[in-house]
C-alpha cells in the first residue's frame, strides 16, 4: 500500500536565510525527515508548490486536488501550511471521493529547534494508512474531520470547530 | 479518549554519561517530546521501569501486562526497547484482551542527533487512537500484528514475520 | 581573571514565535550556551538589551560604552547583531582605553539548527583571554581589529577592511 | 598562517551504532564543524587516528609528534580524547618546541545534543592563533599549559594541576 505524499510548503519546510535575517523556501526537508524517521512506509514524494498557506489561492488548491484525483494511490498525505489547513480540507473534501487524505504540517519550522515536524509526519503517516476514505487533519497527535476543525490562532494549536462533536469520537 | 502511555525504558530514553561515557537511564523524555509534538492527545504516563529490553523478564512482562489490564484506558502505547520488543508483544497478546495495545521505540536515544523517537512516538499515538483491539508493534512509520512481526537485527529495522501476509493489508 | 558578558540582541538570540511566524527576543541564551560548553570562564553576565543591530542607535552605543567603562573587568565580551558591529566597535574603540573588549554574534540563531553562535561563544572567550587591550570582533574563528574589519554582505562573513593588512598577522 | 588540525579521535567523533547501541569510530566530523561555525581559519585537516584515548600507546603518541615536527604550520589544532589529554600534552613538550600546539576535546560527542565540541573547537583554534609557542589544553573555555593541568574525572572538567599558580595568570 503505498502513500502518495504531496508537499504544498508551510512552516514544515521553511529555512532562515542567513544573509538577509528572512525565512525562505528551498526545498522540502520531507525526504529526509522520512530518514531521520527510519520510515518503511512505501512512498512517492511529489512537491507541488513551496508556498506559505497565506499565499495560497484557489488556483493552488485545484492543482492540490487535481494530484489527488490523478494519484494511483488512495492514501495520500499532503504537507501544508498550518494557517488555510482548514480551508484546503474542506476544497478537498468537495472534490476528492473515495481516498484517504491526511494533511499535515508544523508550527516550527523542521530545520529550527524543538520543531513538531516530525511527530507530526509520523502521526499523518499512521493516519493516512488507516482511517477509512476522507479528508482529515493530523496535529497536534490528534485527527480531525475537515468539516469539524479549525486553527486556534491565538493559542496555537487544532481544536474540534463543533463542540460535543469530538472528532476522535469512536 | 485518554491514552495509557507506560513507560518501560529501551533505546528511546537512554542518555550519554558523559564522566564514563557510557549509556544510561536517568529519566524518560516521552513528557518533553510530546511537548515538542504539541501533542494534545489526552495522555496518562506511568513509568513502570526503565531498562534495557535485553534485560528484561517475564517478571517485568507481567508487571507491563498487569498495567495494561489494570488501567482504565482501552488504548495504551508502550515505549520498549527494540531487541525484545516483539517478545513483549506476543506475551501481551495472550494476556490483554479488548485493548488496542500499541508498543513503539527507537533506534537512537532521543537525546542524540536523529533519534527517529519523535516520529514513531507521533505514529505510535496515532494508531493507538485508530486501530481496533489487538497488540501491535508501531516501527519503521508501518505497524505489525503482534504474531506478525520481527527485528531485523541485521538491518535495523522491523518486518513482517511471515511473507504474503502483509501487516497491513486492507 | 574574571570577564564580563555584555548582551545586546543580534541574531544569536533571536527566537522564532510560532504564533506569527516571525523572529523576536525573548531573553539571552548565552548562560545555556556556556552550560553546554562546560564554560569554566569565571564570567559576569549583563544584559544591556535585546536589539537587532540595524536598530541600534547611538544611545544605544553609548549605553554599551558606558558598560564598557564601569565595568570593574578587564576583559569584556559583547554579543551583538552582526550588521553594525563594525560601527559599534568604532565607537567603543573612540570611548574605551585600557581593555580588551571582543564583540561576537551569530549568522544563524542559537536556538535554530547549525547555528555558528556556539563556536563564536567559544572563539571570543579566549580571545578575550588572550588579546592585548584593544577592541576586536571575533568571528568565522578569526580576530579583527576594529579599524580593519567589514560584513561582507554578499558573502555572509567577516573580512578585513584593508588588504595587505592581515588583521592575524604575527 | 595556516592551521594544522590533527585529528586523534577522542569523544569528539564518536558516534552510536544503532545496529549494537555501542559507541564507535567512523570518520570525523571536523569538518562539518568547521562549516557549521562558518570558520574561515586557513586549516589543513590530517587524521592521524581515531581513538579512546584510553587505548592510546606510547607509539601512538610518537606519530602524534611526529606530525606536529613535520608540519609546515607552527600553529597546531589536536582533537584528542579528555582522559589522557594531559599525558599526550606532556609527551608533546619534551618534542615539539617553537611552535604553539593546543589540544582540545569534547564531554560528549559531537553528533549527540548537547555537545561542547563546537565551543571546544572555537576557543582552541582561537588560543591556537594568538598563544606564544608552547603544548596547551584548551577546554571548559579556558587555556592551561602543559604542565599545569589535569583532568578532574569525577567532576568532568579541567583545572589546574597546583594550587597558586592560574593558568591564565596575566
Known amino acids: 500500500m503505498r502513500i502518495a505524499l504531496l508537499i504544498t510548503g508551510g512552516t514544515f519546510d521553511k529555512e532562515y536565510n542567513e544573509l538577509n535575517g528572512e525565512l525562505f523556501f528551498k526545498k ?3 525526504k529526509d525527515m522520512l530518514g531521520i524517521g527510519r520510515s518503511l512506509v512505501p ?19 485545484a492543482l492540490i486536488a487535481k494530484a489527488c484525483l490523478k494519484a494511483k494511490e488512495n492514501r495520500i498525505v499532503i ?25 499535515t504540517g508544523a508550527m516550527v519550522p523542521y530545520k529550527f529547534g524543538s520543531s513538531d515536524g516530525l ?21 497536534n497527535g490528534r ?21 460535543g462533536k469530538a472528532a476522535d469520537k469512536r
Do not use: C
Open 43 to 61: 512512498a512517492r514524494i511529489n512537491t507541488l508548490m513551496m508556498k506559505d498557506s497565506l499565499l495560497m489561492t484557489d488556483a493552488d488548491r
Open 79 to 103: 504537507t501544508h501550511g498550518t494557517d488555510t489547513m482548514e480551508h484546503t480540507a474542506r476544497y478537498l473534501a468537495a472534490r476528492v471521493a473515495e481516498k484517504t487524505v491526511v494533511l
Open 28 to 30: 522540502t526537508h520531507v
Open 119 to 139: 511527530f507530526n509526519l509520523g502521526s499523518a503517516l499512521a493516519y493516512a494508512q488507516v482511517l477509512p476514505a476522507g479528508v482529515y487533519v493530523a496535529m
Open 143 to 163: 485527527f480531525f474531520e475537515w468539516d469539524n476543525v479549525r486553527k486556534n490562532r491565538k493559542a496555537g494549536f487544532f481544536e474540534e470547530r463543533r463542540r
